[in-house]
């Protein structure tokens, strides 16, 4: 008998097991669940406390994002034509990953059955996880959004911003006055980020420039800075509905290029031996810093800087991997600003390809301008940013006059096309005059990029009557209109999923994905047991609220009455002004007439 057959007499049946990594059986999940729960976390069940079966359940979860993940990221490498679309926001508000990653992955019911039999509550292992402060409101909220829709619409996607390790501010009450708290949201860590130490980039700042001729006699600049600051980056998985796409959201995190000075040390001037670790990790530290003062001034505009700076390094890199020269940048690489916060994207491009690339200025400057699109989100134009010259020749020294030029070449077109017309040069101006001469972002960011958009059809036309008048009259063809949404997954599956199960049982799921077909709902306006149905969940939702509202406040309410809900921060702007005028409205007709009929809220 020959070796080969008598290994085929021995040999058991080839059995498929599911790598506990990647696989969706309810047994499979639970044994990874409880392996996390002992190798991630270092604990057993009988020790374990909620927070620990959340952070098994978020690396379970992690695990069958990651190779998604980085097959996504490989479809692209070998995919050298596809074009990338790049989100550039200084805020990122994406909300809890746990729960919406299980609506994405489509396994929400699965793992809710394996959390169940395991003695557990779902959602009690959702509250446990820190909303990421990373954004402020709408605009953070648009970029998630886009992020999320992206991925679902299988878009090759990156979203670019800071890792804050303080985001959005606790806001308190003490005898009627504000009150604001500090949001450690990492102070356990981040089970879903992935460091990526070994692709960081630096970040120049300050200091000087120097001219000089190249090797050819041209004409070139060298920024000389103060101080470098290291970005390192962070990768966060964003999974589309129901695909396999997962594309990634690119937070940096700022850290100090020399740590330690050691000499200082040795002298006994211990606050100076960390002194750079400190200003440099200040840049990533809060969302929004204080900028009544000029050194809040200078730290916001570092960090716009700063991730600006880093984003286009990283792309750059990533674009010269499968291109030979940076030539055809523009059709592998589009970038939308979110607002005027990265909008010294214009002038850093233009530096990088001048500067450190060596391209002509004509070129780098139709390169940047097919490469860049501006989403305005302001109508005032008191808000508009504008940064004081003095700040930008101290911190971006370079950069004023890379916009000093660009200003420069533009109003010389403006005169060509409409001569004495200085009103017109007044308002398109990237400088503007007065007490103090200040950068206008919005400015740079109109000039810099090809398309121009608000964030609803009736806020694009007003930017084109008012506020950006004079660019919509220079380039009408520039004015795009987006229509603000929001993910129907999270708004909607995962916020409401009794509704959500009501409408799909109606219209089919596909509304999901494409929330036009919602309108298809309209048709069981009449049938009164769809309204029956519609009724009963709003009225469970309710109770839901109320118990909650007594658990954490002890304060009862009627379910029966109209609830008027508004959750944002407190502050003079926002709709809970509006509504406490509302109140004090009702309160006085009711003052003058005590008869009249009011439905309780």
């Known amino acids: 008998m020959t070796q080969e057959t008598t290994s085929e007499l021995y040999c ?52 069958r994002l990651l190779h998604r993940f980085l097959k996504t990221i490989d479809t692209y490498k070998k995919n050298p034509q596809t074009k990338l679309v790049c989100y550039f926001s200084a805020e990122f508000l994406m909300g809890r990953y746990l729960g919406n990653n299980l609506v994405n992955l489509d396994i929400y019911e699965e793992i809710e059955k394996v ?72 102070r356990f860590g981040n089970p879903w980020e992935l460091p990526r130490p070994s692709e960081t980039v630096p970040v120049k700042l300050g200091g000087y420039t120097q001219g000089y001729y190249d090797s050819k006699g041209h004409y070139r600049v060298s920024w000389i800075p103060d101080r470098t600051v290291i970005a390192i980056p962070h990768d966060t998985p964003v999974p589309g509905y129901k695909t396999n796409t997962v594309n990634p959201l690119r937070l940096w995190k700022a850290e100090a290029s020399e740590e330690f000075n050691f000499e200082a040390f040795n002298a006994g001037n211990y606050d100076r031996a960390v002194e750079e670790k400190i200003n440099s990790e200040t840049i990533s530290k809060v969302l929004y810093p204080n900028d009544n003062t000029p050194a809040g001034k200078e730290l916001r505009l570092a960090q716009q800087f700063f991730f600006v700076s880093a984003s286009l390094q990283d792309l750059i890199r990533l674009h010269l991997r499968n291109n030979k020269n940076l030539d055809n940048f523009h059709e592998r690489v589009a970038i939308q600003l979110n607002d005027t916060h990265p909008a010294i994207a214009v002038a850093e491009l233009m530096r990088l390809f001048v500067d450190e690339h060596g391209l002509d200025w004509d070129r780098s400057w139709y390169i940047t301008q097919k490469t860049l699109s501006y989403t305005n989100h302001t109508l005032l134009p008191e808000a508009l940013e504008t940064w004081d010259v003095s700040l930008f020749e101290k ?207």
């Open 395 to 601: 911190l971006l020294p370079r950069h004023l006059e890379i916009i000093y030029e660009i200003n420069h070449h533009f109003l010389e077109d403006v005169r060509t096309w409409y001569p004495n017309n200085e009103d017109l040069l007044t308002a398109v101006s990237i400088i503007g005059e007065g007490d103090s001469k200040k950068v206008r972002m919005a400015n740079l960011a109109c000039v810099g990029s090809h398309a121009i958009n608000g964030v609803a059809a009736l806020h694009t036309q007003l930017l084109k009557q008012e506020t950006l008048n004079a660019f919509a009259f220079l380039w009408p063809e520039k004015f795009y209109n987006k229509t603000n949404g929001v993910t129907p997954r999270r708004w909607m599956v995962l916020s409401n999923p009794k509704l959500a199960q009501l409408i799909t049982s109606k219209i089919g799921e596909g509304w999901v994905k494409d929330l036009s077909q919602i309108q298809q709902i309209e048709k069981y306006v009449d049938d009164p047991d769809f309204c029956r149905q519609w009724r009963d969940i709003k009225q469970a939702n309710k109770q839901r609220l109320a118990d909650y509202i007594f658990k954490q406040r002890a304060i009862e309410v009627d379910v029966n009455s109209i609830f008027d809900v508004l959750v944002k921060r407190i502050h003079e702007y926002k709709r809970q002004h509006l509504d406490v005028l509302n109140i004090i409205t009702l309160y006085n007709r009711i003052k003058r007439d005590p008869d009249l009929h009011i439905v309780p809220q």
């Open 12 to 63: 058991t049946p080839t059995i498929k097991v599911e790598d506990d990594r990647t696989g969706m059986s309810l047994e499979t999940l639970k044994r990874a669940f409880l392996d996390n729960l002992f190798y991630i976390q270092g604990i057993d069940r009988s020790q374990a406390s909620n927070y620990d079966y959340y952070v098994a359940l978020a690396y379970t979860i992690r695990d």
């Open 115 to 186: 959390i169940a039999e395991l003695g557990l509550d779902l959602n009690e292992l959702i509250e446990q996880e820190p909303d990421p402060g990373l954004g402020n409101g709408g605009l953070g909220r648009l970029a998630a959004c886009f992020l999320d829709s992206l991925a679902s619409l299988e878009i090759p996607a990156i979203g670019y911003g800071i890792r804050y390790e303080f985001g959005i501010f606790f806001q308190l009450l003490r005898d009627g006055w504000q009150g604001e708290m500090p949001d450690n949201w990492l």
